[in-house]
């Protein structure tokens, strides 16, 4: 559980570089082989590693250098191959200009590929996250 904890750990900081335009982070630590999944926060559904790749790539190129990200996890476990966490991700984005407030409900699953934990499937929603 260890090294899953510190895989987490370099994923927050992964999300807090996609908040400030710099998507390449969380690239690296997606899935490369499929299956891959990501449902987003305005509703869309992707499915397929080079698929979702792609979309967290050019996904945070609407984001300003000035956001910030952090995990509040309510749940997290890994055990064999399979990980999770889930929790509100909280981030202040910067979008032409303008800081915008996202409270994200959000579910993550993760699993080994290669020896490295990857992310595997996201489901980020708006809801109504409770403060």
Not at 17 to 27: K, L
Not at 36 to 61: C, H, N, Q, S
Not at 98 to 121: A, C, D, I, Q, Y
Request: charged share 30%; hydrophobic share 35%.
């Amino acid at each position: 559980m260890d090294d899953f904890r510190q895989f987490i750990e370099r994923r927050e900081q992964a999300a807090r570089a996609f908040c400030r335009g710099d998507g390449s982070e969380v690239v690296a630590l997606s899935a490369e082989n499929d299956p891959a999944t990501f449902f987003g926060p305005d509703g869309k559904i992707l499915e397929g590693a080079e698929a979702v790749r792609k979309d967290y790539g050019g996904g945070a190129a609407q984001f300003g250098p000035g956001g910030e990200s952090r995990f509040e996890i309510l749940q997290m476990g890994s055990d064999g191959d399979l990980g999770f966490w889930t929790g509100l991700q909280v981030a202040e984005v910067e979008i032409q200009g303008r800081r915008v407030p996202m409270r994200l409900r959000v579910t993550e699953v993760f699993r080994r590929e290669n020896g490295s934990w990857k992310l595997v499937h996201r489901h980020a929603d708006m809801g109504q996250a409770k403060a």
